[in-house]
């Protein structure tokens, strides 16, 4: 919501799962965009699956107010990524109430860690308190869906991944001569 209408609403019916639309011209290229809100936790595996298989890129949020927000987000990744089953899916974690500083209960090297570790993107932000920062995160998860619908030798994503297992094998190959 803050994304689209750039203004923050602090109470709205969270339970409900709402699809927003709008178009966003990005790298010179027009983009339309429907984004799925939901509370995955008050979904229902298949209908959550189902949310999954529809969906290009994933924004997952936490509150770096309520650890135990961030503990669910690798299960959820993991859901993601067997649904999926794609060697890259576009992702983003986000780390949000960065205002309320006084109740961090994760700290940021926390939350980059676990981006590092789900090979995710990752983003602390206010949404209530920054939108330039919301339209970021948003972006970059837009460019990581493009990215993905290119052919595969184009894709960045794509190559690093391919170099990243490279150097991993001719890493354990030279331990081994040696
Ligand atoms: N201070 C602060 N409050 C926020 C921020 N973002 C959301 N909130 C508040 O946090 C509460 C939950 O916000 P929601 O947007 O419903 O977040 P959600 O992840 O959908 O929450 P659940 O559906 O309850 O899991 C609301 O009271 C919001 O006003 C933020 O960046 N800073």
């Known amino acids: 919501v803050r994304f689209i209408t750039k203004r923050f609403i602090g109470e709205y019916d969270h339970k409900k799962e709402m699809t927003y639309k709008c178009s966003r011209v990005v790298d010179q290229e027009a983009v339309d965009l429907e984004i799925l809100d939901l509370t995955w936790k008050e979904s229902s595996v298949a209908s959550l699956e189902s949310s999954i298989r529809w969906a290009d890129g994933f924004l997952l949020l936490y509150s770096i107010t309520q650890r135990f927000s961030f503990l669910e987000v690798p299960q959820l990744k993991t859901l993601i990524d067997q649904t999926k089953?794609?060697?890259?899916?576009?992702?983003?974690?986000?780390?949000?109430?960065?205002?309320?500083?006084?109740?961090?209960?994760?700290?940021?090297?926390?939350?980059?860690?676990?981006?590092k570790d789900l090979r995710c993107g990752f983003r602390e932000l206010s949404v209530a308190e920054a939108v330039l920062a919301v339209e970021a995160a948003v972006l970059q998860l837009i460019r990581l869906v493009l990215d993905q619908q290119r052919p595969l030798p184009e894709r960045r994503s794509y190559m690093l991944t391919v170099r990243h297992a490279l150097t991993r094998k001719l890493t354990r190959s030279k331990t081994m001569q040696w």
């Open 85 to 115: 089953q794609n060697l890259v899916v576009p992702a983003v974690l986000v780390a949000n109430k960065a205002d309320l500083e006084i109740g961090r209960q994760v700290t940021t090297d926390e939350g980059q860690r676990l981006a």
